[in-house]
């Protein structure tokens, strides 16, 4: 079974400190990893994925993920938080070892908020 | 920048209704998905689509719901008979080829049935 968690609802930090939003997944086999940005009334923005190599992803608005195996997580980060930060993030996952359409599994997203 | 786009962007309806909700995808895409977000709740799967045919489909997606691509642009979903429960919103994704693996998601319908 795929699934993906993130374990904090909800996330505030300070503008201009880093920011932490955590994953962790679990799939089978070799997992794909995305995340997903959502603003208030908008639909998913693509930020960052990981398929392989570097451990390190370098996304969008200066968001990164690091890719880490023995502790199936793929947690977002940023080193200067933004107040246009604020949002809805989603962590998502695709089994490789799945043949198909390649359907993502969502975790139930961690709302950032980020205090000027 | 191409992007996925969706109409109409909210949609009331009536239960027992019948709905369709439109995407236009990406022009160059291959494969289409729909999802729903249930208020407060995680993005789900609903079905994918390649080659004008269903390619997955997960266990929300049952004989009310259907699937089609009727022209060259447009993909849609369609409820036969809306529940409460289909109160939601819906996002389409496209992606473009299996060797690049970014789904990109249209702005979603919001569905109130009453």
């Known amino acids: 079974a795929q699934s993906v968690a993130q374990p904090e609802d909800q996330v505030n930090v300070a503008e201009g400190n880093p920011l932490t939003v955590k994953c962790t997944y679990s799939v089978s086999g070799n997992p794909y990893l995305f995340w997903y940005v959502q603003y208030p009334n908008r639909g998913l923005q693509f930020l960052l994925k990981y398929i392989t190599g570097d451990n390190l992803v370098k996304g969008s608005y200066g968001f990164e993920a690091e890719f880490n195996k023995s502790q199936t997580s793929f947690h977002l980060k940023k080193p200067s938080a933004l107040v246009s930060d604020s949002a809805l993030y989603f962590c998502?996952?695709?089994?490789?070892?799945?043949?198909?359409?390649?359907?993502?599994?969502f975790g139930t997203g961690t709302r950032l908020t980020v205090i000027p | 920048e191409p992007e996925v786009t969706q109409t109409p962007s909210h949609q009331v309806t009536q239960m027992g209704q019948e709905v369709i909700l439109r995407c236009v995808p990406i022009s160059n895409h291959l494969y289409f998905y729909w999802y729903r977000q249930i208020l407060g709740q995680k993005v789900e799967f609903l079905v994918s689509f390649y080659n004008n045919e269903i390619s997955e489909k997960s266990e929300i997606f049952d004989d009310q719901f259907s699937v089609e691509r009727p022209d060259g642009s447009n993909f849609t979903l369609k409820i036969r008979s809306t529940k409460l429960e289909d109160s939601a919103m819906y996002f389409c994704?496209?992606?473009?080829?299996?060797?690049?693996?970014?789904?990109?998601f249209g702005p979603g319908t919001r569905l109130t049935v009453l």
């Open positions: 994704a496209s992606r473009w080829a299996p060797s690049t693996d970014t789904q990109y």
């Open positions: 998502a996952v695709r089994d490789l070892s799945k043949t198909g359409a390649n359907n993502l599994f």
